[in-house]
């Protein structure tokens, strides 16, 4: 089973669309999960256009009015899967990730929040980050495919490159005063 990762869209905030690429990396997928700051619901039709979307709430989507669950956990191939957005501080810390993981009986934990694609184990459990396609921080635009098979899990990180971004065309219409 394929899965795709994509977490912190920020969508219509801090960019208009989901970069192409998304959709490119996504299509051979069988399910899209979501870890949080989607920032409009739209995000989950998009993303369904391409295989059923699991979404959870990030902080920024409080805000926004999104009421999603703040935690899934699903089951795919034998292996218990968690998503949560991961409002853990400092942002994305191993340990505090690890302990929700811990609580949630998970073998995997899929979390956003700190716009940084990360992949890690902490003793037996797999810490998955894909980062943000739309407003990365300290790395490039990105999104992850898991797959599992016969008991093993590989995760590729794959780079969707910079979308064309509200925030960018503002700094663009000050930089010309």
Known sequence: MKIGLISDTHIPDRCNKLPEKVYEAFR???????????????????????????????????????????????EKENIKIGLIHGEVYPKGDKQQLYYLAEELGVKILVSGHSHIPTIDTVKDVLL?????????????????????????????????GMPSCKSTIFLEKNMKK
Do not use: C, F, W
Not at 31 to 59: C, F, M, R
Not at 141 to 151: A, F, H, L, R
């Open 28 to 74: 051979s997928v069988d399910l899209i999960l979501h870890a949080g700051d989607l920032t409009n619901k739209s995000v989950i039709s998009e993303l369904e256009k391409i295989a059923p979307t699991i979404a959870v709430q990030g902080n920024m989507d409080r805000y926004n009015n999104i009421e999603l669950p703040k935690y899934r956990v699903i």
């Open 128 to 160: 998955v980050n894909p980062g943000s396609p739309t407003s990365p921080r300290l790395s490039d635009p990105s999104v992850m495919i898991m797959e599992i098979k016969e008991g093993n899990v590989d995760i590729e990180a794959i780079q969707v």
